[in-house]
């Protein structure tokens, strides 16, 4: 069965880090396409970053481009999202999700979803 475990969410002042876990379990993560996306309250979830299965191929929205990086590590079935300078437009509750084949921007192409983990950015 697959399954998502997002964690590394919280409360960080404007300009602070975080790094957002994505661990999978019920098959392996580098066979996937892995995208994060966030969903603020009243808003579309929209597509943040991606990491593809082949060649690593990364994928970066424009508003969080040079201050986000995605990473996977295959050895412990996980991936990451590294935030940097954070500001309180990033606030959200950040998703990880899977889809065969290349990196999309588009939420219904993404076969399986964890369930979350919320970002607070405020001082």
């Known amino acids: 069965q697959v399954h998502f475990v997002e964690s590394g969410g919280g409360l960080v002042q404007p300009g602070g880090s975080l790094r957002l876990s994505c661990a999978a379990s019920?098959?392996?993560?580098?066979?996937?396409?892995i995208g994060w996306f966030r969903q603020a309250p009243g808003k579309e979830r929209e597509g943040v970053a991606c990491?593809?299965?082949?060649?690593?191929?990364?994928y970066y929205a424009d508003s969080v481009a040079g201050r986000f990086t995605i990473s996977r590590d295959n050895g412990r079935n996980t991936v990451y999202l590294q935030m940097n300078s954070l500001k309180p437009e990033d606030a959200a509750v950040y998703y990880c999700?899977?889809?065969?084949?290349?990196?999309?921007?588009?939420?219904?192409?993404?076969?399986?979803w964890g369930q979350g983990t919320q970002v607070t950015v405020s001082s």
């Open positions: 999700a899977a889809k065969s084949d290349l990196c999309s921007p588009a939420v219904y192409s993404y076969d399986y």
């Open positions: 019920g098959f392996f993560l580098d066979t996937y396409a």
């Open positions: 990491i593809s299965s082949s060649d690593g191929f990364t």
